[in-house]
């Protein structure tokens, strides 16, 4: 005769709702990156978009930092997706390009704009105070010519030459370096791919 199947241990059970939880947190994300990046999936012929970097780099959290007695907090990667420019803070044409580009993508995004930031991370000569806050209102700022700036930026491709490389970084809401914008990408590579990330990825 045929014994009725034994309920499931309540440590059992709760171990399940957990690793339930966790799958349900991290699987948009996941997903996003396996759908957008994984193979057959891309448009083919789509040319405009940034380049991968692979594997993703978790960033260090450490605290930056700013204008005045406005530091850039050591968690401030983390949460929303993060475009990010290293530059002189005295900000050359290139960096005026770069920062109005990340504002104007960020507003291009309408109601999902709130999800992403803008940071500008000063390699020296910090700053021109009157344009930032003329033209970059709501930009986050951490100079990084200090031993905790280095730390972060060793995480960086070119670490050495990142200042005057004029990429754009992209930034998941783990705090992983992404994806990165050379100076001569099109402009609309950045705001494609945030559009397809935010749609695919509920992180952020």
Known sequence: MNRPAEPSAPGSRSRRQIWILIGAFFAPLALAFLLYYGGGVRPHGSTNKGDLIQPARPLPEVELPGLADQPLAADALRDKWSMVFIGDGACDARCREALTLMRQTRLALGDKMDRVQRVFLVSGNCCDQAYLESEQSGLLLGRIDNPAGQTLLETF???????????IYLIDPLGNLMM?????????????????????????
């Open 180 to 204: 990165k914008y050379e100076s001569d990408a099109p402009q609309k590579a950045l705001l494609e791919d945030l559009k397809k990330l935010l749609k695919l990825s509920h992180i952020g």
């Open 157 to 167: 491709p070119d670490a050495a030459q990142a200042a005057s490389l004029g990429r």
